[in-house]
């Protein structure tokens, strides 16, 4: 059984709790969060954003590939997690690299 040593701080921007109400019920965006916690170099980077990430995760009776994507940077040396914007492939197909990019420009201050 693996042992992970690292504790992080998951942190929800407002833009990721709005679309995620959308998505999920509350416990599933809090074993979404555990899981992530957990996992934190799950999904893969977004080209061209500075290391931001994409993970697939499951919606009720949607699964992985209907389900959510979310998209979240990881300041593992700091012991930070930002889940910054949950959506489903039927709202956008894919976010441009702009968007995202403010989004974590946003965070960097």
Do not use: C, H
């Amino acid at each position: 059984m693996p042992y992970n040593e690292a504790m992080y701080t998951i942190i929800e921007t407002e833009s990721f709790v709005r679309f995620a109400a959308q998505i999920w019920q509350d416990d599933e965006r809090e074993e979404f969060i555990a899981w992530l916690a957990n996992n934190p170099l799950a999904g893969v980077v977004v080209p061209g954003t500075g290391g931001l990430r994409k993970v697939r995760w499951s919606a009720s009776g949607r699964g992985k590939r209907g389900g959510a994507r979310v998209i979240y940077y990881n300041l593992l040396d700091d012991g930070k997690i930002w889940l910054l914007i949950a959506y489903t492939k039927a709202k956008f197909d894919k976010l441009p690299t702009t968007f995202l990019n403010q989004l974590r420009e946003a965070i960097n201050g």
